[in-house]
């Protein structure tokens, strides 16, 4: 069916243009499937394109295969042929197949896709399966190979009994990449069909060749998890092999080009001293923005009027409070505090920061020297509350509740906002100035700087960085980051446990920047199929032993295979 190598499973691709065959061969492929599905997902439509009436598919295919593929390569090449309305006898096809130089035929695109209603429907009328087995029987008595797309035990069986050379047991369209499909299976589910396909096969015909695609199997890996159950002959890749492969490398050589020219413009001249002071505070960065906020602070923390902080939702409110305190003058007396509405103390916040004048022992913090009042939230503050700070950022003093004389504030009011633009809130004056943290998406030519910083802070190296591909980096640069500096963490998180095995992809990242991170409880339910698709594996799919483990008898475990649709 191949040249054979060391190995005795064999590995086809299907193709659909002349430069993917060529590097399929160079691969170590050792066969080739020249099929519609392969041409349009070089179009850039997906796989499922090839069911639709938009082009004629005999004629597609047979154009690419035998001007792009057959004179390029020394491989097999097994030519996809429609049954649906050709006019030609498949004797006829047959001959024309094997003169132009094909090794055989493969049926695609094929009715297997269809719904069995939908496949019945064509078997009447002599356009499905049948069908097709009829023209790969004509190709192997015209001294062709054939190779018989199935998707269920009882297409194989058809196959079997029709005396064709080799099944492709194909599990749907693939997952993975830009254009995947959700899986109509899990991994489990396709392991456990590919068990009992296998055994019937071999059980049925030892010398019928039986070859596995799609579905679920997305990498090397998945393959590795269903067929070490079964007894196949190797695999057919399809998108895994050209469309997946190419949208990540392209993507990736791209997307490196892009990085290179979009690389961090540092300031022509930085205090490194404020950068290492911001560094030991938790804020990092290197582009100008950046450094233009950390010298906001400096002049704030050396300035005496009250501030107004605009941090964006998620964004290092900690640490700038902390920057702020560390860039203070000497001497520092006081400190700072932090008063958040829904503390223990918002009942008596209006009397605990303004005092009242008929209690001689009140003490207003605003009479505190050289202290940080720290507030955060102030949309949700009582009204009287906002009102006497808002007078107070005006003018610079204020009054106690049942005085009219106004008292020059001693302490400083940092007022910790996120949208001061939605705030009535004095503007930059005399008494009151505004300090603006950017947010993480106009910093985006950071986020590798950032995401090394917090591998450190989570005990990684920062160089684990590096075994981002730029396409990844170019995602996390291109998105908006509503979460700011939290969501990024979070993303570093889920990434340091995913590097090692080598599971950070685009489409990870896809996933981690969707799902909102408001409950990170973890999902344990699981259906009755599920678990016993998972004992099953577990057990390598030996029934007896699967039995035991779940208590039942081999009887009822075979009638729970069939309710679940697994036999």
Not at 44 to 61: F, K, Q
Request: with cysteine; glycine share 8%.
């Amino acid at each position: 069916m191949g040249r054979r190598r060391k190995s005795d499973k064999l590995v086809g691709a299907a193709v659909g243009s002349g430069i993917v065959a060529r590097a399929a061969e160079q691969g170590g492929a050792d066969f080739l499937l020249a099929i519609n599905a392969g041409r349009l997902r070089s179009m850039g439509v997906p796989s499922i394109a090839c069911m639709l009436p938009i082009h004629h598919a005999a004629d597609l295919t047979w154009e690419f295969a035998t001007s792009e593929i057959l004179p390029i390569t020394d491989l097999p090449v097994y030519v996809g042929v429609n049954c649906w309305t050709s006019a030609i006898a498949p004797e006829d096809l047959a001959q024309q197949i094997m003169q132009a130089g094909f090794a055989g035929a493969v049926n695609f695109p094929t009715t297997m896709h269809y719904s069995d209603a939908f496949q019945h429907i064509l078997d009447r009328a002599g356009l499905g399966t049948r069908q097709e087995i009829a023209l790969l029987q004509a190709v192997q008595a015209a001294g062709g190979k054939s190779m018989f797309y199935c998707g269920t035990r009882n297409q194989a069986r058809m196959g079997a009994d029709a005396g064709l050379q080799a099944l492709v047991f194909n599990f749907g369209w693939n997952l993975g990449g830009a254009l995947g499909h959700q899986p109509r299976q899990s991994l489990e589910e396709a392991a456990q069909q590919a068990n009992e396909v296998s055994r019937f096969v071999k059980k049925t015909r030892p010398d019928l060749q039986l070859y596995l695609e799609g579905g679920p199997i997305a990498e090397a890996a998945d393959l590795s998890f269903v067929s070490q159950n079964a007894e196949i002959d190797g695999y057919v890749g399809g998108s895994t092999f050209d469309r997946v492969p190419i949208e990540t490398s392209i993507g990736d050589h791209i997307a490196g080009y892009r990085l290179a020219m979009d690389a961090v413009v540092k300031p022509p001249t930085q205090d490194r001293k404020l950068m290492s002071a911001a560094a030991s505070c938790g804020l990092f960065g290197e582009g100008a923005n950046f450094y233009r906020a950390l010298e906001a602070i400096r002049r704030a923390a050396n300035s005496s009027a009250h501030l107004v902080v605009c941090v964006p939702p998620g964004g290092p409110r900690s640490a700038i409070l902390n920057l702020l305190e560390k860039l203070r003058p000497k001497p520092k007396r006081g400190g700072y505090i932090e008063l958040d509405q829904d503390g223990p103390g918002r009942v008596g916040l209006l009397e605990a920061m303004f005092g009242r004048s008929d209690v001689a022992t009140s003490q207003a913090l605003l009479r505190r020297e050289n202290t940080h009042l720290v507030i955060h939230g102030f949309d949700a503050l009582p009204n009287p509350v906002q009102t006497r700070l808002v007078r107070l950022l005006e003018s610079g003093t204020y009054t106690q509740s049942g005085s009219s004389v106004r008292r020059v504030s001693r302490a400083r009011v940092v007022l910790v906002v996120e949208h001061a633009e939605a705030m009535q809130l004095p503007q930059d004056g005399e008494h009151v100035m505004h300090l603006r943290f950017p947010d993480l998406a106009s910093r985006s030519e950071e986020i590798a700087t950032l995401l090394g910083a917090m591998f450190q802070q989570l005990g990684a190296q920062p160089s684990l960085v590096s075994k981002l591909s730029p396409a990844i980096m170019q995602r996390l640069r291109a998105h908006l980051w509503h979460g700011n500096e939290d969501e990024l963490r979070r993303v570093a998180q889920d990434c340091l446990a995913a590097i090692p095995a080598g599971g950070v992809t685009v489409e990870f990242i896809e996933n981690r920047l969707s799902v909102a991170p408001t409950d990170t409880t973890p999902n344990l339910s699981i259906t009755p199929k599920q678990h016993l698709l998972e004992t099953l594996a577990r057990h390598n799919f030996r029934r007896t032993d699967t039995a035991r483990a779940l208590n039942i008898s081999r009887k009822t475990l075979y009638n729970r295979m069939r309710k679940f649709d697994l036999l």
